[in-house]
């Protein structure tokens, strides 16, 4: 229970010393330069993470996502004190922690790559942190049944690491956090490796946790569906830089700029380029021939904001796009994707592709199992819900 | 298939076969066979068939028991300390410390020398009047002790200027095996509220155990085969003193050409050795499977 607050946070790993020979024998370091994305590289090295700025509120649920190698695990690990910060400051309930060990952090964290005790059972890699409290065997070994319980790993309680799956693995590494009653959990994709069934469970397994130990969670994940049913709030990160913060609903409905609107929501948004016009004080988006007026909402803060007639990209999520039987935007299927209960349709509209998601109840009894290839359908555009992205690709409105 | 590919490997393999077999296996064969016959280096031919008599004849030999107790006191003693005493110096150098490489060179350096030129110059340091120990000792009142050729400073002496030389073989094996343990445990015990000190028992001990028993292991071996140390320090004396295995069986052999005798011996002692490298292969074999 306890706030963290992460001050302009920065972090820079020193270029690697593997010229200078590293270790004994030379060994090669695990983690030498896969690829370096578009990091920014500065004399000092590469830096991961830069100003990065959060305020955790007690009890909260913060969600990072981003592509990988964006500095999610790196700023989970300057938190838990795993890597030092290079700059900027951390605290954790108030209390400046840059020099804390992690072991005075009061924190549990699951590791991405699961960090198990590879000579202890799976019985003893979760009652660890338990037993270094001199907590009594009765109550260690409460905790650890019970948790075994919930994570489904009651029989292999006995076995060694190396005797399970890599899933099963990932199970004993949420269990040893959840043993425990720390002050922050910190969660590294703790559910990348389950498989789907296992991995809704796991997350309603969560949220649950999340409400009986009632604490501060940081959770990292790459899966859309975790970040925006757990999330309080989501913090979306590219290349070491913070994109935006906000509320699952805000990241969704109120992208702050073209990153965030393609890498939130799936299939991803649909983006055109075209250009924001001006007729008789009149805002409006011409689109493939048809004009999109703009709602009210959207004109008063093009008024407000004094934007001007400009290049812009249009952005439109695929379940804002639908079938119409006449006018809208003749189009052909190149791809019907059967998801169950809709139809992902990827259509070419004058050379471009635009997707469109369509409801099963839509769908009609010719196109129950969905659309063949090159099929003419008609797209209808709502208006209400566009997305402006200017030059600089931030959102306009 | 499989049978063309070990065709194959037989052939590439035939050279060093032959080698090893000219090398090792016929002297080795030669050996046990005329462990079981009479065989004097004065005399010509080799002597009449003793079955099993040279063998008992060895066990019945107290100077032979009395050197392998020798041995076995002077290897325990050894690897102790050097486990003991090697293990703190590879924790040190597994830590970051400046000038590492240059203090590794040098502990390095004493194990790159060979035994008979460690020998002789120990003999020369500690020669009793003109040495340079007895020499600086001098300073603190203790004079002129002829360390080698005292019963009571014999054994102690020869061990110490053998930990002085296999110690690095000992850093080395340990320093390897700290240096490949995975750094996540680590970071799990941190978080997991574990002390530094928690941390190396629970963590670096366990884990370090195979590589522990493997270098006891095979330094307990190369322990009990000393002989060039001992050749060139003592001679085996004063007395008996440091007469360890090897140097007794070489006595036999050249000294009192009892070859079929000294034959014998040597495999006794390859006896003893056998099931301790075989439990370290084991070890060693387990390890990397797993
Ligand atoms: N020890 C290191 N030395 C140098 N660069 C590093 C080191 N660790 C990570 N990096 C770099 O920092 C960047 C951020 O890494 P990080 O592990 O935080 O990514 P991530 O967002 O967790 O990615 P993923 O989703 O794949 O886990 C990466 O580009 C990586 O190459
Ligand atoms: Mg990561």
């Keep these: 229970m306890a706030t963290v607050q992460l001050k302009n946070i920065k972090k820079i790993y020193p270029h690697s010393e593997s010229k200078q020979k590293k270790g004994l024998f030379g060994k090669k370091k695990d983690e030498e330069p896969e690829k370096k994305h578009n990091l920014q590289i500065t004399a000092e090295g590469t830096v ?7 305020d955790i509120a007690d009890k909260e649920f913060i969600v990072l996502v981003g592509p990988s190698g964006c500095g999610k695990s790196t700023t989970l690990r300057m938190i838990a004190g795993l890597d030092t910060i290079t700059e900027g400051e951390l605290y ?119 409400q009986r130990i009632d604490t501060t969670f940081i959770y990292v994940t790459h899966d859309q569906t975790e970040a925006m049913t757990l999330g309080d709030r989501i913090v979306i990160m590219r290349d070491g830089f913070i994109q935006q913060i906000g509320t699952p609903h805000e990241v969704y409905n109120h992208p702050h700029n073209l990153f965030v609107a393609g890498f939130i929501g799936t299939p991803q948004m649909n983006f055109f380029q075209t250009r924001l016009e001006c007729e008789n004080g009149e805002f409006y988006v011409p689109l493939y021939g048809t004009r999109f007026e703009l709602n009210e909402k959207q004109k008063q803060m093009i008024k407000e904001r004094g934007i001007e007639p400009q290049e ?61 290839h090159g099929e003419k359908v008609r797209l209808h555009f709502d208006s209400n819900v566009l997305h402006l992205f200017g030059a600089d690709e931030v959102n306009l409105l | 298939m499989i049978s063309d590919r070990r065709k ?29 016959f009479s065989v004097d280096l004065k005399y010509k031919g080799l002597g009449a068939f003793m079955g099993f008599g040279n063998y008992a004849s060895a066990l019945k030999d107290q100077y032979f028991m009395g050197s392998i107790k020798t041995t076995v006191i002077f290897s325990v003693i050894v690897v102790v300390i050097e486990f003991v005493l090697g293990f703190a110096i590879a924790l040190l150098f597994n830590c970051k410390i400046k000038g590492k490489n240059i203090f590794f060179s040098i502990v390095i350096i004493p194990m790159m020398i060979t035994p008979v030129a460690v020998g002789l110059t120990w003999r020369l340091l500690l020669h009793s009047t003109l040495g340079v120990v007895n020499w ?12 080698l050729a005292d019963n009571a400073t014999a054994l102690g002496t020869v061990i110490f200027i053998d ?49 522990f028993l493997v270098a006891i292991l095979l330094r307990l071996i190369t322990a009990f085969k000393t002989y060039d140390l001992i050749y060139v320090l003592t001679k085996g004396g004063p007395g008996t003193a440091t007469e360890v295995v090897s140097y007794y069986i070489y006595k036999q052999a050249f000294t009192h050409l009892k070859t079929s005798r000294a034959a014998a011996m040597s495999f006794i002692l390859l006896l003893i050795l056998i099931p301790v490298s075989y439990i370290a292969t084991r070890i060693l074999r387990n390890r990397n499977e797993g």
């Design chain 1, 48 to 54: 991961a993470v830069q100003q990065f700025s959060l």
């Design chain 1, 92 to 210: 954790i309930d108030g209390r400046l922690v840059n020099d804390v060990p992690p072991k005075g952090r009061d924190i549990a964290m699951v590791f991405q790559n699961y960090a198990l005790y590879p000579h202890m059972s799976v019985y003893d890699n979760m009652a660890f942190a338990l037993k270094l409290r001199k907590m009594p065997k009765a109550e260690i070994d409460r905790k650890v049944r019970e948790a075994a319980e919930i994570l489904d790993i009651t029989e292999y309680l006995d076995r060694k690491p190396k005797a399970l799956s890599g899933g099963q693995r990932q199970r004993v590494a949420i269990g040893r956090a959840i043993v425990r009653e720390p002050q922050v959990f910190l969660m590294d994709e703790p559910l990348s490796n389950l498989d789907a069934k296992l991995r809704n469970q796991m997350r309603s397994e969560i949220l649950k946790l999340r």
């Design chain 1, 312 to 372: 812009i990209t249009l952005g439109i999520r695929p379940e804002h796009v639908s079938l119409c039987k006449e006018g809208g935007v003749e189009a052909e299927v190149d791809v019907s994707e059967m998801m169950g209960s809709s139809v992902h349709l990827h259509c070419s509209v004058q050379g471009e592709e635009v997707v469109v998601i369509v409801s099963g109840l839509e769908l009609g009894e010719e196109h129950a199992s969905g659309f063949s």
């Design chain 2, 8 to 36: 194959n490997a037989l052939i590439f393999l035939i050279p060093s076969l032959i080698l090893l077999g000219v090398t090792i296996v016929l002297p080795l064969a030669y050996s046990f066979f005329i462990s079981f």
């Design chain 2, 136 to 147: 600086l000792l001098s300073f603190i009142g203790i004079t002129g002790h002829a360390w």
């Design chain 2, 163 to 211: 930990v002085w030389q296999q110690i690095s073989y000992m850093v080395l094996i340990l320093l390897a095996g700290l240096v490949s343990l995975p750094k996540e445990p680590y970071e799990a015990a941190s978080i997991d509220g574990a002390s530094r000190w928690q941390s190396f028992k629970y963590v670096t001990l366990p884990l370090m155990a195979p590589t």
